[in-house]
C-alpha cells in the first residue's frame, strides 16, 4: 500500500492517475473487477471513471458510467462501506453498474472522500478465489480509498494552480506596465513581466540572474536617491519609486 501510495503521489494527471490505481487496487484486492468513479463539479456526474479487468468485448460494450445510481449512490450520498455477496448473482442496475458490466457475486464498494469533501467511489467484485470480501478486504479498501482522496485533491488543487498561473500571465503579459514578484529583501524575483524588457532595454533573464540589475539603468542624477529609497524599503515597508531609465541605446524613458 504504501509503495502504491508513492508511486500514486506522482502522478500529476487525474485520467492517469485513475488508472493506475485501479489496477493497483484490483491487484491488491485479489478482484476479477475493479472500478473507480471520480464526480464532476456538479456532483451528479462523473468527470473521470476506469474499469479493470473487463474483456475487450465486455469493454466494447460497456455502457456510461453514473455517479449515483443504485448502490454506487448510496456508497456516495451515505458516505459509508458496503460489501455485498449472493451465489445467484447481482443484478447491474441495483448496484448502479453500466449496461453489459459482466455479472457478479460478490461485491465491496467504498467512498473515495477526505475530511471536507467527497470525491466519488470505488469498488471491487469477485475475488479470484471464489471467496466473499471480508472484514480485512474492507480495510484494505477504505486505506487505499483514502489514499485516493488525498491524490486527487492533490492533482485537482494542481490543476487550479496551474489554471490561476495561465490566467496571471495572460493578465500580465498583455499590460504595458511592468508587473513584478519580489522577495521581500528583493533579492530574488519570482516573475517579471515581458514589458521590463520593452522598457528597460534589457532581458528579463538578466534580472532573474542578477536581482539588483535593473538599478545599473536608472539614470545617473536619480540613482543616489532611488538607492537610498531601496534602503529605507526594508525598514518601512514602502515601495513607491520615481526615476529616470537609461536605455542601452543611449535614449532615457520617464
Known sequence: L????????????????????????????????????????????????????????????????????????????????????????????????????????????????????????????????GCEFNLADERLATSMAATLALNCQNVLQLAEARESELRFRQLTEHIREVFFLVSADGSQYFYISPAYEEIWGRSCASLYVDPSSWTEAIHPHDRPGVLESVARRKESGDFEYEYRIVRPDGSVRT
Open 2 to 129: 504504501i509503495s502504491a501510495g508513492i508511486e500514486l503521489a506522482s502522478e500529476g494527471d487525474l485520467g492517469r492517475l485513475l488508472g493506475k490505481f485501479c489496477g493497483a487496487l484490483q491487484n491488491m484486492l485479489n478482484a476479477t473487477f475493479a472500478g473507480v468513479g471520480i464526480l464532476d463539479d456538479s456532483g451528479s456526474g462523473l468527470q473521470h471513471s476506469c474499469v479493470c479487468g473487463l474483456s475487450e468485448e465486455s469493454r466494447a460494450q460497456l455502457g456510461p458510467m453514473e455517479a449515483r445510481s443504485g448502490v454506487m449512490g448510496s456508497i456516495v450520498d451515505g458516505n459509508r462501506v458496503v460489501r455485498l455477496h449472493a451465489r445467484e448473482g447481482l443484478a447491474e442496475a441495483d448496484m448502479g453498474l453500466p449496461a453489459h458490466h459482466p455479472r457478479i457475486t460478490s461485491f465491496l464498494g467504498a467512498p473515495i472522500a477526505s475530511a471536507t469533501r467527497t470525491y466519488g467511489w470505488l469498488y471491487v467484485a469477485d475475488k479470484l478465489d
